[in-house]
């Protein structure tokens, strides 16, 4: 795969992880980066994003305030710094890369995906 998520795992409550994205195959320099998620029964939502050099960045309300997105370009890596968890953040994290400069929310603007990464958020 092109895109490989890592990081998820059980965390508590009020809890930390840090989700990475690592890409293959192409120079993340021409790409802008999104994090997605999906729970059960629910459609897929854009929860953050981050510009091709990391100068614009964008979250969903429901995660603002307590994810934080970063890209290191030298090591071809997104991360998603995820805070102050709470159980409705259980999903399958996704991310995904497009070849433009600016990003989006929207999933289907997003040619590139990983397989997700499992996220459970419970005491």
């Known amino acids: 795969s092109q895109l490989v998520e890592s990081g998820g795992g059980l965390a508590q409550p009020g809890g930390s992880l840090r989700l990475s994205c690592a890409v293959s195959?192409?120079?993340?320099?021409?790409?802008?980066i999104g994090w997605f998620r999906q729970a059960p029964g629910k459609e897929r939502e854009g929860i953050s994003c981050?510009?091709?050099?990391?100068?614009?960045?964008n979250y969903a309300d429901s995660v603002k305030g307590r994810f934080t997105i970063s890209r290191d370009n030298a090591k071809n890596t997104v991360y998603l710094q995820m805070n102050s968890l709470k159980p409705e953040d259980t999903a399958v994290y996704y991310c995904?890369?497009?070849?433009?400069?600016?990003?989006?929310?929207?999933?289907?603007?997003?040619?590139?995906w990983g397989q997700g990464t499992q996220v459970t958020v419970s005491s």
């Open positions: 995904a890369a497009r070849s433009t400069w600016y990003c989006s929310l929207s999933s289907s603007e997003y040619t590139y």
């Open positions: 195959e192409f120079t993340l320099d021409y790409y802008a």
């Open positions: 981050i510009s091709s050099r990391g100068g614009r960045t």
